[in-house]
């Protein structure tokens, strides 16, 4: 069967910090992978997605940035924190792009950044 | 460009009572449309999915939801509420051109013993 880990499960960075979060995928290959961060009583926003190594479509510009540096590790990144980075991020992947299919999601990472 | 209105931002009801949790989008066709389902601190769980055909659908977890064309709407319900269904609710719309999906802001449902 298919799992999706995340990591670090909770963080709390300075503003001016780097960051680095992990995502990975067990039990499928060449999946497509997808960052949202969900800020407080929101709902999700998109940040990245993934169809292959080293193919990353950015929906939102911002402060982050992402990479896939293996078929099955999702890599969300950022060179200097800033206040507003702060929310739970979730990281997500499905077989294939098409709209019915089912995206399966991690277990989240809550950033703070004071 | 799709969208997707969650009017309620919590909701309370008693354990035991019925649940009827709102959504409305906004497309220029019929979308894909989903309802997830997030416990505190987790990531999101799927609990049922309309693409075409019956506009009745059962989920798991005893949810079921249903499309109506002519209100824009895809509520969820639920019969019987558990005190374990207390979680954040989300609707979600995906056009039919493999598009990204857009989620709503969720509606907070607690429940009362």
């Known amino acids: 069967s298919q799992t999706i880990h995340q990591w670090p499960a909770t963080l709390v960075q300075p503003v001016g910090s780097p960051l680095s979060l992990e995502c990975t995928v067990e039990g499928t290959s060449n999946p497509n992978l997808y960052w949202y961060r969900q800020a407080a009583g929101r709902g999700l926003q998109l940040l990245f997605y993934s169809v292959g190594i080293g193919q990353i479509s950015s929906e939102v510009p911002q402060n982050l940035s992402a990479s896939r540096p293996q078929d099955r590790q999702f890599i969300l990144s950022s060179k200097k924190l800033l206040l507003s980075d702060s929310g739970f991020y979730l990281c997500?992947?499905?077989?294939?792009?098409?709209?019915?299919?089912?995206?399966?999601f991690g277990p989240g990472t809550r950033l703070t950044v004071l | 460009a799709q969208s997707v209105t969650q009017p309620d931002i919590h909701i309370t009801v008693s354990e035991g009572a019925s649940l009827e949790l709102r959504c409305n989008y906004s497309y220029g066709a019929t979308p894909y449309l989903f309802w997830y389902v997030q416990s505190p601190g987790q990531g999101l769980q799927l609990l049922l999915k309309y693409f075409s055909g019956d506009t009745l659908v059962q989920g798991i977890k005893g949810f079921e939801a249903e499309f109506k064309r002519s209100q824009s709407s895809f509520n969820l319900r639920k019969p019987s509420v558990h005190w374990s269904d207390a979680a954040e609710y989300f609707c979600a719309v995906a056009p039919t051109n493999a598009g990204k999906s857009t989620f709503g802001d969720g509606t907070t449902l607690t429940v009362k013993p």
């Open positions: 997500a992947w499905s077989r294939g792009t098409a709209s019915t299919d089912t995206q399966y």
